[in-house]
C-alpha cells in the first residue's frame, strides 16, 4: 500500500488483534486535514455469517465526504448452531480494542483522536452505542476504561434495548446467541452489554430507524430514546423511510440523514 504522506488512496487492512477477525480498513480522504474519523460497526445480528463488507460502500461514501474511516470487523457469534470465535465478551472485547487501536496508529499516521465518532446498523447499531458510553462502565467491565472516547454515535436502526429484543427473541434468539445465555441466567453480563444500563453516558446519540425495518422494530431506537432523554442523554430519534438495508445504500435517502447527523458530529473546521 503506497502511503502519501499520512493519507492514501486506499483503504489498508490494519490488524488489531491476532485473531483473523480482527482487523480493520483505514480510510482517508483526498484532502490536507479529514474532518474527523467514523468507526464504522457492521450488523447481521451479531453472526458470523456477515462481515465488514456491509460497511465498505459507506466507508467509500464517507471518505469522499471528507472523513477519515476505520471500517471494523470483529469476532462474532456462531450462526446455524455454530459457536463462533466472539459473543460475549468477545465481541465487546474486539469492539472496545479496535477503537483502542486507533490510538497506537495514530503514532503513524497523526489521527486526531479528540473527533471519533461511530456509525452502527442494526447489531453494529447496538455495539456503536454500547462503545459510546464504555467510559460509564465499571472499570472490571469488558471494554471499560477506554484509550479513545467518542464524541457520538450514530445508530442505524439499531438494537438498543436489549432486554426488550431478548424477549421478542428477534432473529431467531440472537441475543441469547450473542450473550450464551439468558438475561435471568447471567444478569451481569446483560448490565454489561445492553445500552440502556450505561445511562447516562452524556456524549449525543442520534438513534435512526423507520417504522417499515421489518428485521428491527422501531421501538427498539424509540424505547432507548425515551429513556436516554429521561436519563439526561443528548438523544435524538429521527424517523426515516425504507427497509432495513436502505438505511445503509448510500443512494437511499435514509443513509443520507445520517451522514448529515455524523456531520454534525464532525463539523468541518479547515
Known amino acids: ?119 452502527g446498523h442494526s447489531a453494529g447499531g447496538h455495539l456503536a452505542v454500547w462503545a459510546a458510553g464504555r467510559h460509564s462502565l465499571p472499570s472490571d467491565a469488558p471494554g471499560a476504561v477506554p484509550k479513545v472516547r467518542l464524541v457520538g454515535a450514530v445508530s442505524q436502526s439499531g438494537l438498543l434495548d436489549l432486554a426488550a429484543a431478548e424477549k421478542l427473541a428477534l432473529s431467531e434468539g440472537a441475543v441469547v446467541n450473542l450473550m450464551g445465555g439468558t438475561s435471568d441466567e447471567i444478569p451481569p453480563a446483560f448490565d454489561v452489554a445492553d445500552p440502556l444500563k450505561a445511562l447516562p453516558i452524556g456524549v449525543p446519540v442520534f438513534a435512526v430507524h423507520s417504522r417499515e425495518d421489518a428485521d428491527v422494530p422501531f421501538e427498539q431506537s424509540a424505547n432507548y430514546a425515551h429513556i436516554a432523554l429521561a436519563a439526561g442523554d443528548p438523544v435524538e430519534l429521527h424517523e426515516v423511510t425504507g427497509d432495513h438495508f436502505d438505511i445503509i445504500n448510500p443512494s437511499h435517502e435514509a443513509y443520507r440523514r445520517c451522514r448529515d447527523l455524523l456531520e454534525r458530529l464532525l463539523p468541518n473546521i479547515s
Open 1 to 119: 500500500m503506497q502511503v502519501h504522506g499520512r493519507y492514501q488512496a486506499k483503504p489498508q487492512r490494519l490488524a488489531y488483534g491476532p485473531h483473523p477477525d480482527q482487523w480493520g480498513e483505514l480510510y482517508f480522504p483526498d484532502r490536507e486535514s479529514p474532518r474527523g474519523i467514523v468507526v464504522v460497526i457492521h450488523g447481521g445480528y451479531w453472526r458470523d455469517k456477515y462481515t465488514a463488507q456491509l460497511g465498505a460502500p459507506i466507508a467509500k461514501d464517507l471518505v469522499c465526504g471528507g472523513f477519515a474511516v476505520w471500517n471494523l470487523e470483529y469476532r462474532r457469534a456462531g450462526t446455524g448452531g455454530k459457536i463462533g470465535a466472539g459473543g460475549w465478551p468477545g465481541t465487546f472485547e474486539d469492539i472496545a480494542a479496535g477503537i483502542d487501536h486507533l490510538a497506537d496508529l495514530d503514532r503513524t499516521y497523526k489521527l486526531d483522536l479528540n473527533r471519533v465518532s461511530v456509525l
